[in-house]
């Protein structure tokens, strides 16, 4: 199995990106898929995700508005369009699949515990804002 980013690079402040977590060896859509970043000197941190059964998406607050996600089936593939990318939005940009029907973390599930939950990650994508 692999889940593979791409889409990352440099851009500069208030420009957009898309990001794409492309899967060998599973089905995404039998997946929620969680994208999360870490930032320079900073923890891991959970940004969005898109449940598995409905395709309901859920971001926390510091991309609420400026994020969407979405997926190709027929590719095999999620993305994150990222918009009005600010500094701040520097960092390494993981995708992970957790084979579960809900968003660990998110809405009515955020109580559950996160990180943990994830079955496969990416090796991650560096996105670069610059000011």
């Known amino acids: 199995v692999q889940l593979v980013e791409s889409g990352g690079g440099l851009v500069q402040t208030g420009g957009s990106l898309r990001l794409s977590c492309a899967a060998s060896?599973?089905?995404?859509?039998?997946?929620?898929i969680h994208w999360f970043r870490q930032a320079p000197g900073k923890e891991r941190e959970g940004i969005s995700c898109?449940?598995?059964?409905?395709?309901?998406?859920y971001f926390e607050d510091p991309v609420k508005g400026r994020f969407g996600m979405s997926s190709d089936n027929a590719k095999n593939t999620v993305y994150l369009q990222m918009d009005h990318l600010q500094p701040e939005d520097t960092a390494v940009y993981y995708c992970?699949?957790?084979?579960?029907?809900?968003?660990?973390?998110?809405?009515?599930?955020?109580?559950?515990?996160?990180?943990?939950?994830?079955?496969?990650w990416g090796k991650g994508t560096q996105v670069t804002v610059s000011s």
């Open positions: 992970a699949a957790d084979y579960s029907y809900f968003c660990a973390g998110y809405g009515p599930w955020s109580t559950v515990p996160r990180e943990y939950g994830m079955d496969y």
């Open positions: 060896g599973i089905t995404l859509d039998d997946y929620s």
């Open positions: 898109m449940r598995s059964t409905d395709h309901s998406t």
